[in-house]
């Protein structure tokens, strides 16, 4: 339903009271000005009686003043006073005397003039019976308006009084609407204090699970004490069973379930419960435990990660001095069933032997700094000199570009697919000449070619338990990069591997 505004209808009340009070003023001046000269018209009309005798006396003593006193009746019958009883509100009965009057007039002024005195003096009391019906009209005419502007008064009156009373009123509704609003103030003031105390809670909750993920018993002994509870407590199985406080036997307990968890359950008892704050407190725990969970199952992975990036590695560095060892370990089997002296095959495994153990020294400290950029020409430039020292081949490294930093993760990837290739092309393809190539075909991306004189290979051809190739594309895959292996037409193989170094 719909309601006025109270202040809109107190200003209407108060326009109304002023629009009445200038209205019945106005109709009060308007009739006092026009009953301004009512006195004067009856004045003239009551002296037309003494001016009718007096020529009824000229005409019969034959008065030498006789035509003057006829003028005087005449300017006093045709007074101006008189004529304006000739405006449309003078009512019908006033005007029509004044009319039988003037036309009476107007049949005696021609015997009073022609000398003609006895008619005058037959028809004078009749005439003069006229002018008191005349007057008569008047002076009703003049009450007639006095009454008019006393019932507007009254009226007037009446009326300020009912609207005062009206406003009266609605000044009490004003009244009872602000006291209204005082209260609905006052208990939205403590429903926001009490929302504010809750949002602190919450807020300080928040921060202590964002801190560390061990502060579930803090944050139930903070919820207990900030709202004076017997006892919360907090179950998530199998990891999480908390509580805080000690339970009342009298009180019943109270839970929400936690979204999105396996089973978990936020219990409290309370004597007065806010389903508000404990619905966002349980909001919040269930939140933290998804995150928790979350960063379990990253963990898992890091480390399942972890493990297959050390196996790849151990492939890539010990996995081939061992490869060797195994083939020198062979070699001294057969010398020795032959009786040879074997002092340089022994010199060539402890050579592998101290090359293994380097490697895995460089694989642990490349473990450690995992965290840092590198810079590439640099470390490819070391590995390439590595290689030099281990095999007869020439290995040659041109870089278009001075620098170029990559993360320490893209940087393992990038020197173990580089050093794979370039072991291939020693041991498998028996190449004499070796490029590894770096460039920049455009802006973001990295191309690193390596490519041999040698006898080639083919991926069909591959031996069984021999994992390099297969290795190169899974780290490829890593860093998001596409990896090319392709046969030369005047012999040999290049391996070009193309990534962008953002996107590792």
Not at 13 to 34: D, G, P
Not at 267 to 296: F, I, K, T, V
Not at 316 to 325: G, H, N, R, T
Request: include cysteine.
């Amino acid at each position: 339903m719909f309601k006025r505004s109270v202040t809109r209808s107190l200003a209407s009340a108060l326009f109304a009271i002023v629009l009445l009070a200038v209205f019945c003023s106005f109709l009060a001046l308007l009739t006092l000005s026009a009953s301004l000269r009512d006195a004067e018209a009856i004045n003239m009309a009551g002296s037309l009686r003494m001016q009718s005798y007096r020529l009824a006396l000229d005409a019969a003593t034959q008065s030498p003043s006789l035509t003057s006193d006829i003028l005087s009746y005449q300017h006093a019958v045709e007074a101006p006073v008189l004529l304006s009883l000739q405006h449309a509100w003078v009512p019908n009965s006033v005007k029509a005397r004044y009319q039988e009057l003037l036309t009476a007039w107007q049949k005696l002024q021609p015997q009073l003039e022609a000398g003609d005195s006895q008619h005058f003096q037959q028809n004078v009391s009749r005439y003069v019976a006229q002018i008191d019906r005349f007057v008569l009209a008047l002076q009703r005419w003049a009450e007639l308006k006095m009454k008019l502007v006393a019932g507007a008064c009254l009226l007037g009156f009446i009326a300020i009084a009912l609207l005062a009373k009206a406003f009266a009123r609605m000044s009490g509704q004003l009244e009872k609407q602000y006291l209204w609003l005082e209260q609905a103030v006052k208990e939205k003031t403590v429903n926001l204090r009490q929302a504010n105390r809750r949002l602190k809670l919450l807020y300080r909750c928040s921060e202590m699970l964002r801190g560390h993920d061990k502060a579930y018993a803090q944050v139930l002994k903070l919820a207990q004490k900030h709202e004076n509870l017997p006892a919360i407590a907090l179950e998530a199985p199998p990891r999480w069973r908390l509580t805080a406080g000690a339970e009342h036997e009298n009180l019943p307990w109270h839970s929400l379930p936690l979204e999105q968890t396996a089973g978990g359950v936020l219990r409290w008892q309370a004597w007065e419960s806010e389903p508000a704050l404990m619905q966002g407190l349980a909001s919040m725990l269930a939140r933290s435990l998804q995150l928790d969970d979350a960063e379990e199952k990253m963990r898992h992975l890091l480390l399942m990660e972890e493990r297959a990036t050390i196996a790849r590695e151990l492939h890539d560095s010990l996995a081939q001095s061992l490869v060797y060892l195994r083939i020198q370990l062979a070699r001294l089997k057969r010398v020795v069933e032959v009786a040879t002296p074997p002092a340089a095959i022994v010199g060539e495994i402890d050579v592998a032997l101290t090359e293994a153990n380097r490697q895995l020294r460089e694989l642990l400290t490349t473990f450690r700094l995992s965290v840092e950029p590198a810079d590439l020409p640099t470390a490819l430039g070391q590995v390439v000199a590595q290689l030099s020292q281990q095999t007869e081949a020439n290995i040659h490294l041109a870089s278009e570009i001075q620098q170029q930093h990559l993360t320490a993760q893209q940087l393992v990837h990038v020197l173990q697919i580089v050093r794979e290739a370039l072991l291939n092309a020693i041991r498998h393809a028996r190449a004499s000449e070796i490029t590894v190539r770096v460039m920049q075909p455009e802006e973001g991306l990295l191309q690193i070619d390596v490519s041999d004189n040698g006898q080639g290979f083919s991926l069909a051809e591959a031996k069984p338990g021999h994992y390099g190739l297969a290795i190169m594309q899974e780290r490829a895959k890593s860093l998001n990069a596409e990896l090319d292996i392709t046969q030369a037409a005047q012999g040999g193989a290049r391996i070009s591997l193309c990534f962008s170094p953002g996107h590792g």
